[in-house]
């Protein structure tokens, strides 16, 4: 459970964005569509190495 300290006299607005933020950085929302459906741990694995060979490559053609 996400909690949120309001010190006294400060906007709504404020603490809905510090929510916001919150709920992104422990990254809830990427963790519940992960686990709608199963992945075997070879398609997760090839997934990762591909993403890495991608910034790889990417990060060479910005430098280059």
């Not at 906007?11 to 510090?18: G, M, N, R, V």
């Amino acid at each position: 459970m996400l909690k949120i300290e309001i010190k006294q006299g400060e906007s709504i607005e404020k603490a809905l964005k510090k929510l916001k933020r919150k709920f992104r950085d422990t990254k809830v929302k990427e963790e519940l569509r992960e686990r709608q459906h199963y992945t075997k741990k070879s398609v997760g694995r090839r997934k990762e190495i591909q993403k890495a060979k991608y910034k790889e490559e990417f990060l060479r053609a910005q430098y280059n």
